[in-house]
């Protein structure tokens, strides 16, 4: 491939690197019809803070919670997350299906709600710390279609040693992406804002009234114990329950930690052992990101 083309693609296509898949369908009838208004109705929807300002989307966590009361945490650079409740009850059917599908466990989702054109996610590489090595990550599409992007990273160039490669895949209603990490890690991913006049999208554009939910299920294998007192798993520095340690807040911990964050956006040869396998405590960043604005 050269130039600076820019390939559409669909279900069946060579996505990424080659290992993402689109179902298209993929909700039976019955739950398809009304997942859209049940997820809406159901969710305990937040804002979201980053930086200091505002998402533009809502967002909400949901996840399973272990008899003990531990849970899993996804940790990316936002200033505060939602809290994390049990799976509800549309959600859990929806997750059911993805692990039907997939074959493979999923026990943390992110909800979106992107409320028209105007919301979007800026292009990024989910932050893999505490997703479960080899495992995939699914985008779950309800109400109307957006789009995803897909374009290489900086350090990533076509042989022209010039031009970034990207993709775009129309993301429908009741329709499942599947990334894999490795994708994830040679490719940044957006969902960019539409501001076409209503007019001018199709039907599948304009569906739930410009409305979009999405699903970000993840198998995630790092958890909390119950008050965010402990962390375990794969991105802590305890890996076992009984080797857990207190979460650190702010401090130097955060800033390695987001500066690994950042590599992890900025590098397609992202070295996940160097950069992540001895682990990392922390909770939240505002601390950090608060002492930072006092200091400079
Ligand atoms: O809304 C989407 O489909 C994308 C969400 C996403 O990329 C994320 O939550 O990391
Ligand atoms: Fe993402």
Same mark, same amino acid.
């Given at each position: 491939?050269?130039?600076?083309?820019?390939?559409?693609?669909?279900?069946?296509? $060579?996505?990424?690197?080659? =290992?993402?898949?689109?179902? &298209?369908? *993929?909700? %039976?009838p019955n739950l398809a019809t009304l997942a859209f208004e049940q997820v809406r109705q159901e969710v305990r929807w937040h804002t979201m803070s980053h930086r200091g300002g505002e998402v533009p989307r809502l967002v909400a966590v949901q996840g399973q919670?272990?008899?003990?009361?531990?849970?899993?945490?996804? $940790?990316?650079?936002?200033? =505060?997350?939602?809290?994390? &409740?049990? *799976?509800? %009850?549309?959600?859990?059917r929806i997750r059911q299906h993805v692990q039907d599908v997939l074959q493979q466990p999923v026990n943390h989702v992110l909800i979106q709600h992107y409320r028209s054109?105007?919301?979007?996610?800026?292009?990024?590489?989910?932050?893999?710390?505490?997703?479960?090595?080899?495992? $995939?990550?699914?985008?779950?599409?309800?109400?109307?279609?957006?789009?995803m992007t897909l374009r290489t990273k900086k350090d990533n160039l076509y042989s022209d040693n010039k031009s970034r490669a990207v993709q775009r895949i129309p993301l429908p209603h009741n329709s499942m992406f599947v990334m894999g990490l490795n994708t994830n890690m040679?490719?940044?991913h957006a969902i960019r804002h539409d501001k076409?006049?209503?007019?001018?999208?199709?039907?599948?554009?304009?569906?739930?009234?410009?409305?979009?939910?999405?699903?970000t299920f993840r198998h995630i294998g790092t958890f909390l114990t119950p008050g965010e007192k402990l962390i375990y798993g794969q991105g802590a520095r305890g890996k076992t329950r009984s080797e857990a340690h207190p979460v650190v807040l702010g401090g130097v911990e955060a800033q390695k930690l987001l500066e690994a964050f950042g590599l992890e956006n900025h590098s397609s040869d992202f070295d996940w052992g160097t950069t992540y396998s001895e682990?990392?405590?922390?909770?939240?960043?505002?601390?950090?990101?608060d002492s930072c604005n006092h200091n400079g």
């Open positions: 491939m050269s130039g600076r083309a820019i390939s559409l693609l669909h279900s069946g296509d $060579r996505i990424g690197e080659g =290992e993402c898949d689109l179902v &298209l369908d *993929f909700l %039976p919670v272990d008899d003990d009361g531990s849970y899993p945490i996804y $940790r990316h650079p936002a200033d =505060e997350s939602p809290p994390l &409740l049990s *799976f509800s %009850p549309v959600v859990e054109g105007a919301d979007f996610i800026s292009e990024h590489s989910d932050k893999t710390i505490d997703v479960v090595r080899g495992s $995939r990550i699914v985008n779950v599409s309800l109400g109307a279609q957006r789009t040679c490719w940044l076409r006049p209503q007019q001018e999208k199709t039907e599948a554009e304009r569906f739930a009234n410009g409305e979009r939910i999405s699903l682990g990392s405590d922390v909770l939240h960043f505002k601390l950090l990101e």
